[in-house]
């Protein structure tokens, strides 16, 4: 089964889709720059991972610290999904410092957009809808668009847009688990990975992690 997935046609579509995950990326290439100066919820998202690199710099708690910015202050990382986050924030600390934790959030922002096709395209082959429909649907993924409904969508996520760091760390990650979790269901895979990515998706932002739950709890063998 494994050798078979390198086959002629499963080649051209992984290209195709990377090629549009290239495309994507060099369209929304001008959030590198703009997406330094945000006006919308990328800011709170910022303060976070900087707050959170100062806590793990000074030996406190990254779970736990105050945020004299959101409101009269308040310690965010009690009750707001932090997964995105810490992660940046530990690999700032990783990299020795030696890349901005401004530039590494902009470019993380840039690549959860940026990469989406390939997310995609990866979740309608674990439902194992063919090549040339798992293309499409990659193809077709930055098309989506709502009237302000803060959706998988690029108005829900860059710089003109609002900012929702969290929800683009969780929509990969929703995808994946309803992906392995169909496979599961169908008894190709064990349900340990599914029951790691839900987790995951929890922890990146609720809402899609209860969305990721419903939809597994549907899925009928």
Known sequence: MKASFFTSSNTASLLCVVSAAVLNGLALSGELTTGRFDLNDSVLHYTLVDRMAEAMERGENPLDFWVPEFTFGYPVAR??????????ALLYLALGKTVSLLTLFAWSKFLLVALWPLTVYAFARLLLLRPAAAVAAAVLSPLVATNGLYGLEYG??????????????????????????????????????????????????????????????????
């Open 79 to 88: 009750t707001y999904q932090i997964l995105g986050h810490i992660l940046i």
């Open 156 to 221: 829900s996520y860059l710089w003109r847009g609002s900012g929702l760091f969290s929800q683009a760390v969780a929509m990969h990650l929703l995808l994946l688990a309803l992906g392995f979790g169909f496979r599961a269901v169908q008894g190709r895979r064990e349900p340990v990975a599914a029951g790691v990515l839900l987790g995951l998706t929890f922890l990146a932002h609720f809402i899609y992690g209860f969305i990721g739950a419903i939809s597994l709890g549907h899925i009928n063998k």
